[in-house]
């Protein structure tokens, strides 16, 4: 069993910028396919960041360029380092990972190999 949980949401205007933390309760050098996930009122659930044990990380179209997740081994936490946000922006964002030693990289539908989710935290931005 591994647990997530989220941190660092809240609200901003257009333009700010947030960092979430994914703090692990095992060690992240197992979990080969983490990722962010969001999901916005009255839409469906959409990717928005992976990263895989191989160190490549995939983004949504919309957030590239934007978003940016990396990883800390040392502690175990997952991060998205969120910028020029837009009120689009604005959802329940969750972090997400596969079994440890599952994977070795995240898979182009990584969605279903997510084994683990977090609570998520909300991030709200106002024009």
């Known amino acids: 069993q591994v647990e997530l949980v989220e941190s660092g949401g809240g609200s901003v205007e257009a333009g700010g910028s947030f960092r979430l933390s994914c703090a692990a309760s095992?060690?992240?050098?197992?979990?080969?396919?983490m990722g962010w996930l969001r999901h916005a009122p009255g839409k469906e659930r959409e990717g928005v960041a992976t990263f895989s044990a191989t160190g490549d990380t995939t983004y949504a179209a919309s957030m590239e360029g934007r978003f940016t997740i990396s990883k800390d081994d040392a502690k175990n936490t997952l991060y998205l380092e969120m910028d020029s946000l837009k009120p689009e922006d604005t959802a329940m964002y969750y972090c997400?990972?596969?079994?440890?030693?599952?994977?070795?990289?995240?898979?182009?539908?990584?969605?279903?190999?997510?084994?683990?989710w977090g609570k998520g935290t909300a991030v709200t931005i106002s024009s």
């Open positions: 095992t060690r992240t050098t197992t979990l080969h396919c």
């Open positions: 997400a990972t596969s079994a440890p030693g599952k994977y070795t990289y995240c898979r182009e539908d990584y969605t279903g190999d997510m084994a683990y």
